[in-house]
């Protein structure tokens, strides 16, 4: 018995997608947003363990393999991609990837936010000002996801 997959364009989104459908993906993409920056924030801490790549001498590259194959911080950062990767694979599967991928954006807001807040790093105002653009263009989408599902 052969597995059928319907074409793409086979059902709208709005006919394919109720109210609470559209919610649950909504949720699925948010958890799959903040996997993903939690895995960004953990390997961060990760590298600042293992060290600087680059400076130190040729020779010394197995060394620095070792460091990072041994730092479990950088596994558990990984493992956190690892999970943004399957809610990101069911999100796919519902709604189309231009209207799935820009709200990643949202993980650049909280980056900076908890580069800032959290790990005490500068952020210079220009900085500031971009999150705020893509905040806009956040919700600008947000508003096309709600008039194209009807949710």
Do not use: C
């Amino acid at each position: 018995m052969p597995l059928e997959v319907p074409a793409a364009q086979a059902a709208p989104i709005a006919a394919s997608t109720s109210r609470l459908s559209g919610v649950i993906v909504v949720v699925l993409l948010l958890f799959s947003v903040g996997f993903a920056t939690a895995g960004q924030l953990v390997l961060k801490d990760a590298m600042e363990r293992v060290g600087r790549i680059g400076t130190a001498q040729v020779n010394a590259a197995g060394d620095t393999i070792l460091r990072m194959a041994s730092e479990p911080r950088l596994w558990l950062g990984l493992t956190l991609f690892g999970i943004s990767a399957l809610f990101w694979l069911v999100v796919l599967s519902h709604v189309p990837l231009s209207l799935a991928y820009p709200v990643v954006g949202i993980s650049y807001i909280l980056i900076v936010a908890f580069s800032r807040f959290i790990r005490h790093e500068h952020v210079p105002s220009l900085r500031w000002v971009g999150v705020v653009v893509i905040a806009f263009g956040i919700a600008l989408i947000g508003f096309s996801f709600k008039r194209t599902t009807g949710g």
